[in-house]
Every structure is written in C-alpha cells, then in structure tokens.
C-alpha cells in the first residue's frame, strides 16, 4: 500500500519525505536539506533495501518533487571513497542552495569490481531522470579517467549538467595531448551545461582548452572551528589526505627527521593508508570525521608537501579550526595566512616548521582568513551558478 502512495501523485507528503529520509525546514520557500552526517547512506539515490522495491527512481523523483515543489541537484562522483572529493560532496549536498533540495549518486567505489558496478548503476539512474526544469545533475571529476567518465555521465542526462573539476593536475593533463584536450572540448560543447573550478588561477589556465569556466571555492563544513576550549600546545605535526605519491609522504618525512634533529619531541601525524608507526611518526589510517577533527585540534601545523592540489581542502579545514598550514609554495586558492616555504629543499621546510612552532598562531586570525569558504557564501554562489545552467540547457 505504501508503495502506491509514494508513488502515487496524490501521496502522502510526510510519508514521502520519511521514506527519502530528508529533512525539511520551513516552508518550501525556505532551505531544504539533504540528510546530514550520513548522506551518502540516507539519500534515495543510494541503493538501499527499501529502494530496490522502486521500478524507477526517476519516478520517485518527480513525484518528490510534486509533493514539494522544488528544485532538486544530483551531486554525481566518488561520495563513498576516501577523500577531499568525497568531503566536498556530502558538504554541498548537506548545505544545498536557498530552495533546493540535493542527494549523493556514487559514481567510484574503491575496489575495481564496485568500481565497474558504481558506473552501470550511476548510468543507468542519470538515462531514468525525467527531462524537466526542476533537476540538475552535478559531476565531480578529478582528471585523466574520473573526467573521462564525467562526461560519459553527461552524455546520458537530458537535465542540465554541471561539471564540476577539483584536480590540479586537469591543466597538465589536457596539454599532454593536442588530440585529448580537442575531444575533451568537444564532449564538454555537446553535453556541458556549465564548467566550474576552485580558483580564478585554475580559470585562467583551463579556460583556453574547455570554454568559459566559473569559479566557486570548496566549502568547509562548519564543524571546523577553533577549539572551544582553546587550541592545545603540543608540538604535533599533521599530514592529512590519501597515501599517493603526489601527496609527497616521503619528502615530509624527510623534513620531519630534519625538524626532529633540532626539536626531538616534534612527532608526525599522517591520515590515511593503513596505520603504521615509525620513528617520530604515526600513520593513523583513515579516520571518522570526528576522529579527524580531533587531530586537527591537537595540531600544531598542517603540512602540505604536495605539488597538484585544486584547492587543499585539508588546509582550509585546518585554518578554519585556527592551525597553521605550511604549504609548497606552487598550490595556489589559498590565504595569504598559508606559510609558504623559502624554497622546495627540505632544508627550507625545515626552518619554516621550525619558525612556525616557536610563534604563538593567531587562532581568530587564521579561521576568518577562509570566511569565504563557509557554506552559506559558497551555496550562495551555486545557486547562480545552477541557474545559468538552466538557462543554457533551455537555450
């Protein structure tokens, strides 16, 4: 019976929204919410044991949207796999614009067998959405194959698509190859609605090989914050992020043994891979959120060695909680609060830990150095952003 009041035009609105697990606040003029800190568990896009009683989600959609009258956006990309990606997503789709509602597709799994059943499902949800002026589907990519399989995505929406590019490598990528940047250009013609990066440098650079780009900056979620109790002194570094070789583990150890001669109690915290320990530093493995913003709190420096970042979200996390960041000095979307190292040599990191732990941070300073990534400014931002997706879909 429930069923066919769901899916009936005439159903249940209350009943709806309990099944969907949203959470509505106020009248539909008002902000209206995906599920908080499960998302990724909770939106009716995820596969779940009462979903797969639906024929379509595309019908369950549309009549969703009947019941509340509102604008809905699909964030599409790796919303279950370990990383800053993931984290963007469930903050955007937890902090949607003014009037919207917004639910997680995953796209990526972290082995290769969910990975090739991530894509059929993600495709076959995106060809089921009814083709109307309420939905708007919203593709995270990094580069190489994650954009390639973006705009596959985007080939199969009849909604407006926003694709969404958070790789600092995207530039490099696309000038390795005349051929690949033309067909890349192309898909992104026929099947783009909008192209949005983190930063006016990444505009600058990516414009001339995908067409017009906007800029919106990576939210942090307002969990991250100073400390209530006041930040604790420790002399405890944090790297924080996936164990790549990008991420240039090695070489911030190299700077931690070289701090460690002139300061032996420095110790070094790492987050993700598989939890290890070694002299002066602990490998902790990926942790909870909860877990993450502990460290961070405990923190005396963030270190960011890597070298192609779109815009850190580890390093605005950690400004935002009133922790120093020490960053290579060719990242760019950050404050000017970010040390930036005299130069690339371990010898140059070394002094700027050093310096960087003897000062006293300003915890008042370094948090409203990145107000502009609060999530009320940045879904400000997504709001224009989507509705000129709109108008060039109906263009």
């Known amino acids: 019976m429930w069923i066919a009041s769901v899916l009936g035009v005439h159903g249940d609105r209350i009943a709806l929204m309990q099944r969907c697990r949203w959470t509505r606040k106020g009248s539909p003029n008002q902000r209206t919410t995906a599920p908080s ?84 499902q993600s495709t076959r949800e995106l060809r089921t959405l009814p083709d109307d002026a309420k939905t708007l589907v919203h593709l995270h990519a990094a580069s190489d194959w994650s954009l390639r399989r973006k705009l596959r995505l985007a080939a199969a929406c009849k909604v407006p698509v926003v694709l969404h590019l958070h790789s600092g490598d995207t530039a490099r990528w696309l000038r390795s190859s005349t051929k690949r940047a033309g067909r890349i250009r192309s898909a992104i013609q026929r099947h783009v609605d909008a192209v949005v990066v983190l930063d006016t440098a990444w505009k600058d650079v990516l414009e001339p090989m995908t067409g017009q780009v906007e800029v919106v900056p990576n ?9 209530d109790e006041g930040r604790q002194e420790s002399e405890r570094l944090l790297v924080m992020g996936r164990d790549a070789a990008v991420k240039r583990r090695d070489f911030a150890l190299d700077v931690l043994a070289s701090v460690r001669q002139r300061r032996p109690s420095v110790h070094l915290h790492l987050t993700g891979g598989q939890p290890l320990e070694g002299d002066g530093w602990t490998r902790h493995g990926w942790l909870s959120e909860a877990e993450r913003l502990a460290l961070l709190h405990n923190s005396s420096a963030v270190l960011l060695p890597s070298r192609f970042e779109g815009q850190p979200l580890a390093a605005l996390e950690a400004l935002a909680c009133g922790v120093p960041v020490i960053a290579d000095a ?27 732990l003897s000062a006293p941070a300003d915890t008042a300073v370094l948090s409203a150095s990145v107000a502009q990534h609060a999530v009320e400014r940045v879904a400000s931002r997504w709001t224009e952003v989507y509705a000129m997706a709109f108008e060039r879909r109906a263009a």
């Open 219 to 227: 939210p942090v979620h307002p969990m991250h914050r100073p400390a």
């Open 37 to 120: 800190a499960n998302a990724h568990q909770s939106t009716h896009l995820r596969p779940s044991r009462w979903f797969q009683h639906f024929p379509s989600i595309g019908a369950l959609m549309a009549n969703f949207r009947m019941a509340c009258d509102m604008p809905h956006v699909i964030h599409v990309g790796p919303c279950d796999s370990p990383g800053g990606i993931r984290t963007v997503m469930r903050t955007l789709a937890e902090h949607p614009p003014e009037g919207w509602t917004a639910s997680l597709l995953a796209s990526h799994a972290p082995t290769r067998i969910g990975m090739l059943r991530a894509a059929r």
């Open 330 to 356: 060719d990242l760019v979307g950050l404050p000017e609060t970010v040390v930036r190292p005299t130069g690339a040599t371990v010898e140059a990191w070394t002094t700027a830990v050093l310096e960087t």
